[in-house]
């Protein structure tokens, strides 16, 4: 960072390392006079403080789970019980999660003609957090601060950025010993249902289930934290209940008859969610005890907000088979739902699939080379509503305008909002081979998605940014291949692997009219919806590297320069092919925006094993993708050559120095923008192979749990993200952060938290 502004005084004719009349007013320093301020009351000329921050943002993850379950009955009612109890830390501080639960699995035999089922999940779990996610506050910003600032003071003191010696960004620490955030969540899952034979082949079925979900948000900030330091304390209490049932009426038709089966089921069902939210916040609160909000002695906030939707479905679906072997599925199902305008509200979507088990037929029946082989052959259309409520209707807010209330508007209708559908073939086999110890599926499917709903960019004189619009259509087509062997088993061993691989390929086709590209939105990202390219195509400029002659941040042009841009210098080779024999120029805007990458994995795999020998089990599973890229948003800041006070990353050291220089990484230029604006240069492969899951496992032989009371006794110890192995750069390749929440703004990596390595030791016993 002394480095980076010593270069502003160079550029700007001066030389105060060489030349102290140059000291007093230079960057130089202004910067070592910050530093003074961010180490406070150590020393950074003599590495006093080396602060690995990192290491602050995280905390052991303990977990102690329990769980519990019961089974029993009669011929007339069957029951089943299970409770659980976890208790689990984060991976960051400040986060903690505790959960209680039970289930309660109900069959009642009334009559020989009815019976009834009831099943009844109720938990209650509680989420301890600092600040959101993508906040300053949020844990793993605290890699951001200066290495040369320590955690406390000599004092002891916690150091914030305005109570004590300042640092880089308000740090979590502070959020930490200084505030609560507790979300309390209480949930009830219902589900119940009458069968009643009209005859021994006609039945009536009426289903009623609910979820009821209640959540409490209760956060305190005292006087000492950022929020709360300006109003004496920050309180603010959220109360969340959404309630969503689901009524369902049918009529079921089974039918055997000589080598004829048919099974008939049709209905209707009547789905509605509504979600109340109530939310008061006040401040200047006398003690730092009392947190609840009736000790505020200002309320600040209050709003109070009811979204509802609803969806009225009629369904059909019959199955058809001959012989063991010809399958035949029909269905159709009408659906109407609130989100869309009195002319959209309802679609139809059908679907018919067929197979066929060719190893029932005389000419593989008995083979024991081919064991099993069915061939089954689908097309059905799908629709997808998943937009927020209201979005058809023009809408308007009230507000509070000198003492008085009043409305603003606050979207623009779109009555012409309908449903996205999809149309999907598919086509595959089902096979068994060597009497079924080589085993496997291969499947290709082709969807062709029409209407999609997104959120697109309106042109301002609208006084609105985004409306969700149908623009155009996407298709997504592939292959999936299975495979499982069984390499031996008997009385003592049994080893078998096993391995999946999917290939995805998606683009879009169309959007309105002319219209061939939608964003990228907002400087922070590169995803834009590009007809021909994948959604969620990363767009952007093409960064080319540093400059050997002088360290400027360069960028691809990817057009002809004109005759003026070469003339004047803005466009030029780089002598000696170090960029090939493509124009660069240090001018951001001068160079053309192109397609960079996928942010959807192309190809998804994984791979097995499973041993056992005399109780001992060893489960091995490794899982990765490739194909896509992951766009690092931090990078602007810690991967930036020195461009603001930030922690670097070590590739940062490969910065440009002297002349001649071949390197990736300009010149360090304090509070210049050298290179750090949203690029390629920050967009990185998202490939990686992960063993996901290692268990081993010793199951106690009989003989000794029966000496216990046990019916059975397992013993085993599991390691979940164990290794990865990636050349992404971050802390770990597998996001998949949607910002907005649009389906588009995918694979953005801004100080994510990464999965967590877990091991687990636990005991299973059965009485």
Do not use: C
């Not at 930030?646 to 509070?671: C, E, F, H, K």
């Amino acid at each position: 960072m002394r480095e980076s502004a010593y270069n502003n005084d160079l550029a700007d004719g001066y030389d105060p390392i060489n030349n102290p009349a140059d000291y007093a007013g230079s960057w130089l320093e202004f910067w070592e006079d910050y530093m003074d301020y961010l180490a406070g009351d150590t020393d950074w000329r003599t590495l006093e403080t080396d602060t690995d921050w990192e290491k602050e943002a995280y905390q052991k993850a303990n977990i102690t789970s329990f769980d519990l379950t019961a089974s029993g009955g009669n011929d007339k009612t069957t029951f089943a019980f299970s409770g659980g109890y976890t208790n689990q830390d984060g991976i960051l501080i400040g986060n903690s999660f505790k959960r209680v639960s039970g289930r309660l699995n109900l069959d009642h035999k009334a009559t020989d003609r009815l019976s009834f089922q009831a099943n009844i999940a109720i938990s209650k779990s509680m989420n301890n957090r600092l600040a959101a996610d993508n906040a300053f506050a949020t844990p793993l910003q605290l890699v951001a601060q200066a290495p040369i600032t320590p955690v406390r003071d000599k004092q002891g003191n916690l150091f914030d950025d305005a109570l004590n010696p300042s640092m880089s960004y308000y740090p979590a620490t502070v959020e930490l010993e200084n505030s609560n955030f507790l979300v309390s969540v209480f949930r009830n899952i219902v589900s119940l249902g009458a069968t009643y034979k009209l005859t021994d082949d006609l039945r009536v079925i009426g289903e009623y289930g609910f979820d009821l979900l209640t959540q409490n948000d209760d956060r305190y900030q005292n006087e000492f934290t950022q929020t709360g330091r300006a109003v004496g304390g920050y309180g603010q209490s959220r109360w969340v209940q959404a309630f969503n049932y689901t009524a369902r009426a049918m009529l079921a038709y089974d039918k055997v008859f000589n080598q004829h089966s048919l099974s008939i089921i049709g209905g209707t069902e009547l789905q509605e969610k509504s979600i109340d939210v109530t939310d008061a916040q006040g401040q200047g609160f006398p003690l730092a005890e009392l947190k609840k909000l009736t000790s505020a002695a200002e309320p600040v906030f209050i709003t109070s907000t009811l979204t509802e939707e609803a969806f009225l479905s009629f369904f059909a679906r019959a199955n058809y088979k001959f012989k063991d072997k010809y399958l035949l599925s029909l269905s159709g199902r009408s659906d109407a739902s609130s989100k869309f305008g009195p002319d959209n509200k309802y679609g139809f979507f059908p679907a018919a699939s067929a197979g066929w088990i060719l190893t029932q037929e005389d000419f593989l029946a008995g083979k024991n080379t081919v064991s099993f082989l069915k061939f089954r052959a689908s097309y059905g259309v799908t629709g997808n509503a998943g937009i927020p409520n209201y979005r058809y209707l023009a809408q308007y807010s009230g507000v509070a305008y000198g003492g008085e209330s009043g409305l603003v508007p606050s979207q623009i209708p779109n009555p012409e909002l309908r449903w996205e559908k999809t149309a999907q073939f598919d086509i595959g086999f089902d096979f068994g081979f060597f009497n079924d110890r080589l085993t496997g599926e291969v499947d290709y499917y082709n969807k062709q998605t029409t209407d999609l709903l997104l959120n697109t960019p309106v042109p301002a004189t609208s006084g609105f940014q985004t409306q969700f619009r149908n623009v155009g259509s996407l298709e997504n087509k592939g292959f999936e291949l299975v495979l499982n062997y069984s390499i031996l088993k008997n009385a003592d061993w049994s080893i078998s692997i096993g391995g999946n691989y999917a290939s995805n390929r998606n683009k879009i086709l169309s959007l309105n009219g002319d219209e061939t590209r939608i964003g990228p939105t907002g400087s922070r990202f590169l995803n834009a919806v590009i007809v021909g390219q994948p959604i969620g195509a990363f767009y952007g400029r093409e960064y080319a590297g540093a400059n050997p002659a002088n360290g400027d941040a360069l960028f691809y042009m990817n057009r002809t320069p004109t005759q003026t841009e070469i003339d004047n210098g803005t466009a030029f080779i780089v002598p000696n092919g170090v960029y090939g024999d493509r124009y660069v120029t240090r001018s951001f805007n001068s160079a053309e925006s192109i397609v960079l990458g996928n942010p959807t994995p192309t190809g998804i795999y994984g791979f097995n094993t499973n041993i056992s020998y005399k109780g001992i089990e060893l489960s091995v599973l490794f899982q990765g993708v490739t194909g896509n890229k992951v766009f690092d948003g931090a990078g602007s800041f810690m991967s930036a050559n020195g461009r603001y006070e930030d922690n670097s990353t070590v590739d940062q050291m490969r910065r440009w120095q002297n002349p001649g220089d071949i390197t990736d990484v300009p010149q360090a230029r304090l509070y210049g923008n050298n290179g750090a604006q949203s690029s390629s240069r920050f967009l990185y492969d998202g490939s990686y192979l992960r063993l996901k899951t290692l268990t081993v496992a010793y199951n106690v032989p009989n003989a000794i749990s029966s000496k216990l009371s046990l019916t059975s006794a397992r013993i085993y110890i599991t390691g979940q993200n164990l290794l990865t192995f990636t050349n992404y750069k971050g802390w770990d390749p597998e996001v998949n952060t949607d910002f907005n929440a649009n389906n588009v703004n995918l694979s953005n990596d801004f100080y994510a938290a990464p999965q967590p390595k877990n091991f687990t030791v636990g005991i299973k016993v059965g009485f």
